[in-house]
């Protein structure tokens, strides 16, 4: 009976076995393992492997994955000498250290580009590019000094590893020419590999028509059809109430985003950001080119496209009507309030003004009579409008205001905090909260001195 092993093409620590096993001779039992139709989560295999990760070897009841581990064993026991695998063992230490540098770093670092794309979509990120283009850096430098191969004066196992990784970091639309001593050992690697079925099990051609990387996404293609794409990106501060309230309905919706954090007070806000948001207000979204601000608008907009229901938006205009009444009421009133009153204490240096605090509280006590009648913010179903309210409740709760005195909005709050605890309230407001909370007494404990004089600084610079 063969040795078994599960596998799919287009993994590249499968590759690397399947080099391995032609180098040596091996003659697999083939078991192939569709990802990209997660066959691996199957109940057979996960009960083989209960990590589910290909390649997973069973020699006889020997159960082994991790792909550098395989070809470690394989090479113990199946190779004719040990010029693969040294047996010295300061040689040996060498040829690990660099399988170990690719399973931690290099292939590591590449998993880490692509997994958010093929998990959800997520557009690509620039920054992990850098970190394999580090690695890269630090796989050149092992071959200064014109070393042929990573790990000693043969080609061993680690050069079979490290360059199927290389081969894949390629067909991701990385280049790798700037790396000169990569560039020829990659040539060295391949012209050794070649009778063995390199191009086979690593073919460069059917990779590049496998993952056409386009610069922001790589699309995995199958023949005709395009089996990824990306998910709306949606530039956002942790902080900012209205970022909070977009990521909630997303989350209720099952919508994933590619969250992308933006600084705008340390101005390291991405170029990116600036060119589709001149108003460089959070949160703004960018769905395959429809950029959005305000972020009433955006929820509308992916309640409306891509909920399953239209519960939270509904469509027939008589009851939409309410919820866009309730939406604007927040964004109008409500919120506007909050922000006129709290905004001048924590941006403006100014003391607390008595007119815009009534006016504040006028605006509750709206909303508390607005209540008598219903539910819910906008009827008798939980829609959108309940919780961009909640989110400026929120605020208020931060900001220790006190809702005790308006019962029937308490009791209303309470409830919607309910409904959104499944869908992340808590993670995505709580920690924030507490940073309102203190932001808000440090400036509330400067004298009328300090304020005094800061609002005067403010004034003549301004002038
Ligand atoms: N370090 C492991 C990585 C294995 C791995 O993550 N394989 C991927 C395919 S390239 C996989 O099985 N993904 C499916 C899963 O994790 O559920 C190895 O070298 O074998």
């Known amino acids: 009976m063969a040795t078994i092993l599960y ?12 080099l391995l096993a032609r180098m040596l001779d091996i003659e697999f039992d083939l078991r192939s393992i569709n990802i990209l139709e997660k066959e691996q989560l199957n109940q057979e295999f996960v009960a083989i492997n209960p990590q589910h990760t290909i390649p997973t070897m069973d020699d006889h009841g020997l159960v082994l994955w991790e792909s550098r581990v395989i070809l470690t064993y394989l090479c113990s026991s199946f190779a004719k000498d040990d010029s693969l695998y040294p047996k010295d063992v300061r040689a ?64 061993t196992l680690a050069d079979i590893c490290l360059c199927v990784t290389v081969n894949q970091i390629q067909a991701f639309g990385i280049d790798i020419q700037s790396h000169s ?23 460069d051609a059917h990779l590049r028509t496998t993952f056409q990387s386009n610069g922001s996404c790589i699309v995995l293609v199958n023949e005709e059809n395009v089996i990824q794409r990306t998910v709306p990106r949606l530039f956002y501060a942790a902080m900012s109430p209205p970022s909070r309230m977009v990521r909630i309905v997303a989350q209720v919706i099952g919508l994933p985003l590619d969250l992308k954090l933006v600084n705008l007070e340390g101005g ?49 205009p008589k009851r939409r009507a309410p919820v866009d009444h309730m939406l604007q009421f927040d964004l109008g009133t409500l919120y506007a309030r909050i922000n006129d009153y709290y905004g001048d204490i924590l941006y403006r240096s100014r003391m607390p003004d008595p007119r815009k605090l009534s006016a504040l509280t006028e605006a509750i006590q709206i909303y508390e009579t607005i209540l008598l009648t219903r539910k819910w913010a906008a009827g008798d179903t939980f829609t959108v409008a309940d919780i961009s309210l909640c989110q400026s409740f929120c605020q208020l709760e931060a900001f220790e205001y006190g809702l005790a005195r308006f019962p029937r909005t308490n009791i209303w709050y309470k409830a919607v905090q309910q409904q959104l605890k499944p869908f992340g309230y808590d993670e995505i407001n709580q920690k924030v909260m507490s940073q309102w909370r203190a932001m808000l007494k440090a400036e509330t404990d400067k004298t009328t001195t300090d304020r005094y004089l800061e609002h005067r600084k403010s004034v003549m610079s301004n002038s």
């Open 181 to 203: 001593n990569v560039v020829e050992w990659m040539q060295r690697c391949k012209a050794e590999l070649e009778p063995h079925g390199f191009e086979f099990c690593a073919a």
């Open 268 to 316: 390291s806000e991405p170029k990116d950001f600036l060119e589709i948001n001149p108003q460089h207000c959070l949160p703004t979204l960018d769905d395959d080119g429809i950029v959005l601000w305000e972020s009433r608008a955006i929820a509308t907009y992916l309640i409306s496209t891509y909920a399953k229901s239209d519960d939270l938006y509904p469509r027939d």
């Open 92 to 155: 040996r230490a060498l040829v690990d250290q660099r399988l170990q540098f690719d399973l931690g770093t290099l292939h590591r670092r590449m998993q880490d580009y692509v997994e958010p794309t093929f998990a959800y979509g997520a557009y690509l990120d620039e920054k992990k590019k850098l970190k394999i283009t580090e690695a890269l850096d630090w796989l050149n430098t092992m071959l200064n000094n014109g070393k042929k191969w990573v790990a000693g004066p043969k080609m």
């Open 7 to 18: 596998y799919h093409p287009l993994s590249p620590p499968c590759r690397s076995v399947l």
